[in-house]
C-alpha cells in the first residue's frame, strides 16, 4: 500500500490486514455501486486508489450528491459500527481499488490499536455533523471542462475560471492535451498538491478527453449558446453522466439580452445543470469559481400569499450587502419573485411588476361557480403571460426552479424545464381558490401544500450556503377572520370582496402551513434564515406591499449583520495552505 495511505491508523490497519490475509482487495470499475441502501453493512470499506461517490435520494426526486471518498478514507463505517444497512449509495466514479475488511476482524484488529476506534469515531462524529448540516461529506476538487462545438478555446475559460479561484485563496493547476502522456503518478501528485484540478478539452482531443473524464470528479460540457447544439454529443465518461454529474456552460455574446434554445442543448447532452455565462464577464466567470469551490449561493423564497411580498425587501438588502445570488428558487408566491429574479429584474423593474400583477388589482377577484375553484383564474393566467412570455426555465440567467404539489402521485413536483409561466401557475395554484394545473395526465397544484419551504430541495443542486427567506411564520388566521359578514351587500360595496370571502383565508393558510418536519428539514438546510415579521399582513391581502416588503428588508438586515463573515464564505472550505498552518 502507498506511504501517503499508511499514515493514519486506520491505514496502517487495513495494511497490516491486507498482509496478514484479513482484509480482502478488489477491483471497482467506475460506474459501479460499492453498496446501495438498505444493503447489509457486513465489512467495513477503504479506499486505496481512485474515487467513490455517496448518493442520497428521496423517492421521485433526483439523486443527491453528497460528496467524494478519496484515497486513505473508509466508507460505510457508521452502518459497519452500528449494524445497520446502508442509508446512502456509494459508487466508483472512476476505476478504484477497494480492501474490505469483515466485522470481528475488524474488532480484533483494532484491539491491538486503541487508536484506530478514536480516529474512526472523530471521522463519524464530522461525518454525522456534515449529514445534519447537510454539507457535503467531501468536496469536489478535479474538474473537466469539455469543449461541445468548435469556438474560441476552452482553455481560455478555464484558466480565467482557475485566477477566479486563486483570488479566493487557492491553489489551481489548469492542464491541458499536454498532459495526455503524463504517468498515472503525476495525476495523483497534481490532485495532492493542489486544492483544485482544472482540464481543460478542446474540441477533436478526442484521447484526451478520454482520460479526463476517467480522472475527474464532475464534467461541464462548454458550449456557445448562439449557436444551435451538435447533432449528437459525444458520450461523456459514463459513470459520470450515470451518477448525474456531467452539467453544461453555456457561453454567449456579452450584449446578449437573454439567452434562448437551450432546452435543446438540455436535451442532446442530458445535462445535470446549466450555466449561463457571457463572453468575457468577470461576474459571471466569479461564479462559477465560487461554483467549483462550494461558495456559490443559494436563495430560497417561501410561499405565503400577499406575505411574499417581504421576499422583495430581502431582496432588496441583500444586493446592499453584495451578497452574490447563484440559484434561486421558490414556492408559490415565493416562485414567482424568485422567477423574476432569476429573469434579470433589478429592484426597480422587480416592484413595478409586481405592483401590476398584484397590487393594483387583485389577481383573485374573477370568481366563479366553485366546481374546480373560486376564481376562473383566468387573470392570474394573463398575469403571468404578460410578465413572463413564452420564457423557457432553461433560458433564466440564473439556475431556478419552483415547485408544486402533484396529487396524481402525492409527491412534490419540482420544475427545472419546461415553460416558466405554467410552473409558475402550477405552483400558486391553490386548492379551492385557482384551478389545478394539469401536465402529462398529473394534476398540480400549489407548491406550498406539500413543500412550502423549499430549502432542503435546493441543496440537491448545489453544496454551498443557501438563504432562506420564510415567510409562513408566526400569526395568520384567527376565530375573527372567520366570520360571516353582516351585510353582503355592504362587503360588496366596500370592495372587500376582492379579497375573497372568508373561506379564501382558511384556504389559503390550510394550504401554507408546513408541517413540523419539513419546516425543520428546511431550517437545518438555511445557513441564514430570514423570517420577516409579517403578523400584521393578510396573506390575502394583495394591496399590503409597503409593509410586507418594508418587514423583508428589515429582516433580512438584521440576518446579514449577526454574521461574522460573508454569506459565500460559510461553507467554506480550508485551503491545503491553512490546514498546514493548523497542523
Not at 269 to 278: C, G, N, P, S, Y
Not at 322 to 335: E, K, T
Not at 486 to 504: M, Q, Y
Not at 566 to 580: G, Q
Request: hydrophobic fraction near 45%.
Amino acid at each position: 500500500m502507498p506511504e501517503s495511505l499508511t499514515k493514519t491508523a486506520l491505514g496502517r490497519l487495513f495494511a497490516q490486514e491486507q498482509s496478514r490475509g484479513g482484509a480482502s482487495w478488489f477491483s471497482l470499475p467506475g460506474g459501479t455501486p460499492l453498496y446501495d441502501p438498505g444493503g447489509p453493512a457486513e465489512e467495513l470499506y477503504f479506499l486505496r486508489a481512485g474515487r467513490l461517490g455517496a448518493f442520497r435520494q428521496e423517492e421521485g426526486q433526483e439523486p443527491q450528491f453528497l460528496g467524494v471518498i478519496r484515497p486513505g478514507e473508509p466508507a460505510g463505517e457508521m452502518a459497519f459500527i452500528a449494524e445497520t444497512p446502508h442509508s446512502a449509495r456509494v459508487v466508483a466514479l472512476r476505476d478504484s481499488e477497494v480492501l474490505a475488511l469483515p466485522r470481528d476482524a475488524f474488532f480484533e484488529a483494532a484491539d491491538r490499536d486503541p487508536a484506530v476506534m478514536t480516529e474512526l469515531a472523530r471521522l463519524m462524529i464530522l461525518r454525522s455533523r456534515q449529514a445534519a448540516t447537510q454539507a457535503s461529506i467531501g468536496e469536489p476538487s478535479v474538474f473537466g471542462f469539455v469543449a461541445t462545438n468548435p469556438g474560441p478555446p476552452v482553455r481560455d475559460l478555464v484558466e480565467a475560471v482557475g485566477e477566479a479561484i486563486e483570488a479566493l485563496g487557492y491553489e489551481v493547476a489548469v492542464a491541458g492535451a499536454e498532459s495526455l502522456q503524463a504517468p498515472m503518478e503525476w495525476f495523483s501528485n497534481v490532485e495532492r498538491d493542489h486544492d483544485f484540478v482544472l482540464y481543460a478539452v478542446e474540441t477533436g482531443e478526442d484521447a484526451w478527453k478520454h482520460v479526463v473524464g476517467r480522472q475527474v470528479d464532475r464534467l461541464f460540457r462548454v458550449g456557445h449558446g448562439d449557436q444551435p447544439p451538435p447533432p449528437v454529443a459525444a458520450k461523456a465518461y459514463e459513470p459520470l453522466q450515470r451518477q448525474r454529474l456531467v452539467d453544461l456552460i453555456l457561453i454567449h455574446p456579452a450584449k446578449r439580452a437573454r439567452p434562448s434554445g437551450s432546452a435543446a442543448w438540455l436535451d442532446i447532452t442530458e445535462a445535470a445543470r446549466l450555466f449561463h455565462i457571457r463572453h468575457g464577464d468577470a461576474h459571471d466567470i466569479a461564479r462559477i469559481a465560487r461554483l467549483i469551490t462550494g461558495q456559490s449561493v443559494g436563495l430560497v423564497l417561501s410561499g405565503g400569499g400577499a406575505r411574499a411580498y417581504a421576499h422583495i425587501g430581502a431582496i432588496r438588502a441583500l444586493r446592499e450587502f453584495g451578497v452574490p445570488i447563484d440559484f434561486v428558487a421558490g414556492a408559490s408566491m415565493g416562485g414567482i419573485v424568485a422567477a423574476g429574479l432569476a429573469m434579470g429584474w433589478d429592484d426597480a423593474e422587480m416592484e413595478t411588476r409586481i405592483r401590476a400583477a398584484f397590487v393594483d388589482s387583485s389577481p383573485l377577484d374573477d370568481i366563479a361557480f366553485p366546481i374546480l375553484a373560486l376564481t376562473h383564474g383566468d387573470k392570474v393566467r394573463a398575469r403571468l403571460e404578460q410578465h413572463f412570455g413564452d420564457t423557457q426555465i432553461s433560458d433564466l440567467w440564473l439556475p431556478f426552479f419552483c415547485v408544486s404539489s402533484n396529487l396524481t402521485s402525492g409527491a412534490y413536483h419540482v420544475h427545472r424545464r419546461g415553460v416558466l409561466k405554467d410552473a409558475l401557475r402550477a405552483s400558486i395554484s391553490l386548492p379551492g381558490v385557482l384551478p389545478p394545473m394539469v401536465e402529462d395526465g398529473e394534476v398540480l397544484v400549489d407548491g406550498a401544500v406539500m413543500k412550502n419551504f423549499p430549502a432542503d430541495v435546493m441543496r440537491a443542486f448545489q453544496l454551498g450556503p443557501i438563504i432562506g427567506v420564510d415567510v409562513t411564520r408566526g400569526r395568520s388566521i384567527n376565530a375573527a377572520d372567520m366570520h360571516r359578514p353582516k351585510s353582503w351587500l355592504r362587503w360588496l360595496l366596500s370592495g372587500e370582496w376582492r379579497k375573497g370571502p372568508p373561506i379564501v383565508a382558511l384556504l389559503m393558510r390550510a394550504a401554507t402551513v408546513t408541517t413540523g418536519r419539513d419546516l425543520a428539514a428546511s431550517r437545518t438546510a438555511s445557513d441564514v434564515l430570514v423570517t420577516p415579521k409579517v403578523d400584521g399582513v393578510d396573506i390575502r391581502d394583495w394591496g399590503a406591499f409597503e409593509p410586507a416588503v418594508h418587514a423583508g428588508y428589515l429582516a433580512a438586515i438584521e440576518a446579514l449583520e449577526a454574521l461574522d463573515k460573508p454569506v459565500s464564505e460559510l461553507r467554506r472550505r480550508p485551503s491545503l495552505r491553512e490546514r498546514a498552518a493548523l497542523r
